[in-house]
């Protein structure tokens, strides 16, 4: 059930009414409402879910006891089996076949096709429940009280697909006062906000540049230079409005029914070096990379050279994380030597007694330049279609031989460059947002602000039902 179908939002509506309808049966609703979220992508994978979260919240009973690690290890086998069944196990066995170099037959199987089906948002369930394992063990997190309420936490429809990553320390507290929450008309205001704001970034910016970027990697082996720079350029702001849609549209929902979720993107392409990027970039996903493999691996306590390691460590986890193909792992390895390298330099620019010049505005500019194509040339490898199509495209970015600008070419990177322009308005309008919603709201009639509300949710509405909806990006994830 796509978040820009106009089948979600008529999901939404009835569960936003009974929600407020009934209070006291909030926790019953939502539990339902997550249950025919998944059973609508598949009751078996819905089934198995279910399982899984079941036998978790059991073995979490143990977590603090005199076999505490042992129930641990239980709960993580669980987790994890799930996890690189579904998402790794084709990949193992065609790199197992290829080191042999055999082919086992799989025909007869349920899997003669060599592919499996993902489970919706398995990546991201998986991962809050490992974080919740951990921090049960730790004594950071009591159990949960009940296993309606561990189920509703795991499997919130609003976020569980492709994020935010939630805690059990920040969300289950807020489930245990759901009863009380009161209908304000702000929050309410401020969700449906969220919500038209994603929907307008899928809709008028990611579903009009998709059909260029899919087109663009489809022929790799063919692009010349600038059209691999125009292809990747293209794609991170696919990547990046598509992923933030989902994000914001997640929140929103969260405001409707009065529940915290935490922004998961602040403008990453702002960023200066990898430290902010990743600050600024599913920020979730970065805390929860931080807080149980970064740190668990000695963090920055430790000496030069592991504190390198461990960085890059953490971000080529973060890249298997993202999809069982080399691309990923080595989209994840880049990032982590862009991690280490940038913590050296940084380093050898205090030695020498140059850290003022790093505040410097003109210096700042030009590293924020300098970085985003950092960026640009790593997503190369998150998209490409396999690795030699990442390396004939970095080739041809790199070289630029022959180079040559149709009227295509021109109005592209006139495309990026206006969609670069909208991310620093975003981060204008993100840093000034107080200020100016209430500036809206006392300066401007309610007839005009509604009216305008209005025309954004009708026009938006009329795209959707006139096109088909397509997938969020990371929903493969």
Known sequence: MLFNSPTFLLFLAVVFGLYYAIPR?????????????????????????????????????????????????????????????????????????????????????????????????????????????????????????????FWVFISLFAHSAAGPILRGNDFIPQLRK???????????????????????????????????VNDYFSKAQTLSGVESWIASYLFAFQIYFDFSAYSEMAVGIGFLLGLRLDLNFKTPYLSANPADFWRR????????????????????????????????????ISGIWHGAAWTFIIWGLYHGLLSAGHRMYAKGIARLGWK??????????????????????????????????????LKKMTMLDGIQFTKQHLLLLAVAAGLYLLH???????????????????????IIRGAVYAVIAIVLLFLLMKGESSSFIYFQF
Do not use: C
């Open 25 to 149: 049966g909030r926790m019953i609703i939502l539990a339902l409402a997550n249950a025919a979220f998944y059973a609508y992508a598949g009751v078996g994978y819905f089934l198995l879910f279910g399982a899984i979260v079941a036998s978790v919240y059991f073995i979490s009973k143990g977590l603090q006891g005199p076999r505490g690690k042992l129930a641990l290890g239980l709960g993580l086998a669980v987790v994890l089996s799930n996890l690189l069944f579904f998402k790794y196990s084709m990949f193992l066995l065609e790199n197992i076949e290829s080191m042999l170099g055999m082919t086992f037959s799989l025909q007869g199987t349920a899997f003669d096709d060599r592919s499996i089906a993902l489970p919706i948002g398995i990546s991201f369930y998986s991962f809050q429940l490992i974080a919740y394992l951990v921090d049960v063990h730790r004594g950071q997190l009591k159990p949960s009280r009940s296993l309606l309420e």
């Open 178 to 212: 759901i009863s009380t929450i009161l209908f304000r008309a702000p929050r309410v205001k401020l969700g449906l906000a969220f919500i038209l704001l994603g929907l307008f970034k899928k809709v008028m910016i990611v579903e009009q540049i998709a059909p260029y």
């Open 281 to 316: 970039w599913h920020i979730t996903l970065s805390q929860w990379i931080r807080d149980y493999i970064f740190i668990p691996l000695g963090g920055s306590r430790v000496a030069n050279w592991r504190i390198y390691a461990n960085l890059i460590a953490a971000m080529t």
């Open 356 to 393: 003022n010049a790093l505040n410097n505005r003109i210096y700042k500019v030009f590293a924020v330049f300098v970085f985003f194509h950092l960026t640009v040339v790593g997503w190369v490898f998150f998209r490409a279609n396999s690795w030699s199509d990442a390396i004939y495209m």
């Open 424 to 446: 620093i308005i975003e981060y204008i309008v993100v840093s000034r947002f107080q200020r100016w919603s209430l500036a809206w709201q006392f300066n401007v009639p309610s």
